[in-house]
């Protein structure tokens, strides 16, 4: 089975600019999580969905980062206009939520450099 | 709210040594659900292991073990014999009834040397 496929791996961007981040879920799952890593807060849940709907996005740092999930198979997150401070290891991870112990599978995740 | 404490930031191990990873969660539910991830350096995140609430029973798997005591709020994780490939950064984490997703502490990074 594919495990979780985000891409690209790696994004250096200029402060300013318009990042999208990718991430396809395994096939099957109905809830899909991002996640961002930095060294200061270690990882921070950012939105989840389930079913595509967003339930909670309260870890979404401001209005710049934006999340969408148009099916079941692909979501993206968004960041306009990024920053510097932006720069982290961006996971995505899903599950299949049938029950609360359903353990989240990550994808290799994303490491952004915003310069 | 839901909340992980891993209190060693950074533990360094000669290999075949045992080391224990500490772990101590806050949470109000009654039912809730602790697990432990694997990052090497490579920056993955590897699913080890799941435990329930209700369920306080050690577990081992090979070289892995898991003390949950309910008690003191505490999912410790031994490697025992450790080797270098054991070398990695370890989060343990919470999830409950009420939420879907799972609150992770700032991880313990194990450096296993020769």
């Keep these: ?115 | 709210a839901q909340k992980v404490t891993q209190a060693q930031t950074e533990i360094s191990v000669v290999e075949k040594e045992d080391v224990t990873l500490d772990c101590v969660y806050e949470t109000r539910d009654t039912t809730y659900y602790l697990f432990w991830y694997k990052q090497p350096p490579s920056g993955e995140l590897v699913f080890l292991i799941r435990r329930n609430s209700f369920d306080e029973q050690n577990e081992i798997s090979g070289r892995y073990s898991w003390n949950f005591q309910k008690s003191t709020s505490s999912f410790n994780f031994t490697i025992t014999a450790s080797q270098v490939v054991d070398s990695a950064v370890y989060f343990c984490a919470v999830n409950s009834n009420s939420g879907y997703a799972l609150n992770f502490g700032k991880g313990t990074s194990l450096l296993v040397t020769p």
């Design chain 1, 1 to 115: 089975d594919a495990g979780v496929i985000q891409s690209p791996r790696h994004e250096v961007t200029e402060m300013g600019q318009e990042v999208t981040l990718r991430c396809k879920p395994i096939s099957g799952h109905n809830s899909l999580f991002w996640y961002r890593q930095t060294m200061m807060r270690g990882l921070e849940l950012l939105i989840y969905f389930n079913n595509n709907v967003p339930i909670d996005d309260s870890g979404m740092p401001e209005d710049r980062f934006s999340a969408k999930m148009p099916n079941a198979s692909f979501s993206t997150l968004k960041i306009q206009p990024s920053e510097p401070r932006d720069s982290a290891v961006y996971f995505c991870a899903s599950s299949y939520r049938r029950e609360s112990n359903s353990p989240l599978h990550f994808g290799n995740g994303t490491r952004l450099t915003v310069t």
